[in-house]
T-cell receptor, first 116, second 110 residues
Framework: AQKVTQAQTEISVVEKEDVTLDCVYE???????LFWYKQPPSGELVFLIR??????QNEISGRYSWNFQKSTSSFNFTITASQVVDSAVYFC?????????????FGKGTLLTVNP | DTGVSQDPRHKITKRGQNVTFRCDPI?????LYWYRQTLGQGPEFLTY????????KSRLLSDRFSAERPKGSFSTLEIQRTEQGDSAMYLC????????FGPGTRLTVT
């Protein structure tokens, strides 16, 4: 069975602070994919990143960066110089390897509030 | 707009009534998924189609739920004899690789 744990239920920061959202996962698959999605107050889930378990390189996209550590089964997400528009619920998700089924197992999400 | 669309966006129904939701995926996406999200939780997988074939159903999908994807294009999710516990946001996603989600249908059963 697959499981994703996001231990931080809510985080509140002041604008321009850096913030890291934690994600720990469990799976018996030797290959898998990890994802982060953003759900702003409007409700629509927005895809942020997909990471293959073979690729442990960290990734940076603008103010966003992701740290994948297979040894600790973690896939953490950092927002640098946070902005009010970053306020949203962020979900980490896990899926089986490629093939006929890519269903996602989501964590419970972390509500990030960025205050001006 | 070429994203995933869902209709209706909101549905209020009385317990015991049947409801049907529609999802129109991104046109070139052959995979289509339904998820359910309750307050304070992440989305939970319900079912999955590849083209018109329904390949997997979650145990969450009781006999009162049925999903179809005729001709491998749009999909419908029907809930018969709704119960208050069915109140949730029903999300549709489509993919070639990563999944892109629609805005969801919020169901309230009174």
């Amino acid at each position: 069975a697959q499981k994703v744990t996001q231990a931080q239920t809510e985080i509140s920061v002041v604008e321009k602070e850096d913030v890291t959202l934690d994600c720990v996962y469990e799976t018996r698959d030797t290959t898998y994919y990890l994802f982060w999605y953003k759900q702003p107050p409007s409700g629509e889930l927005v895809f942020l990143i997909r990471r293959n378990s073979f690729d442990e390189q960290n990734e940076i996209s603008g103010r966003y960066s992701w740290n994948f550590q297979k040894s600790t089964s973690s896939f953490n997400f950092t927002i640098t110089a946070s902005q009010v528009v970053d306020s949203a619920v962020y979900f980490c998700a896990l899926s089986p390897p490629g093939g006929s089924n890519y269903k996602l197992t989501f964590g419970k999400g972390t509500l990030l509030t960025v205050n001006p | 707009d070429t994203g995933v669309s869902q209709d209706p966006r909101h549905k209020i129904t009385k317990r015991g009534q049947n409801v049907t939701f529609r999802c129109d995926p991104i046109s070139e996406h052959n995979r289509l998924y339904w998820y359910r999200q309750t307050l304070g939780q992440g989305p939970e997988f319900l079912t999955y189609f590849q083209n018109e074939a329904q390949l997997e159903k979650s145990r969450l999908l009781s006999d009162r739920f049925s999903a179809e994807r005729p001709k491998g294009s749009f999909s419908t999710l029907e809930i018969q004899r709704t119960e208050q516990g069915d109140s949730a946001m029903y999300l549709c996603a489509s993919s070639v690789e990563e999944q892109y989600f629609g805005p969801g249908t919020r169901l309230t059963v009174t």
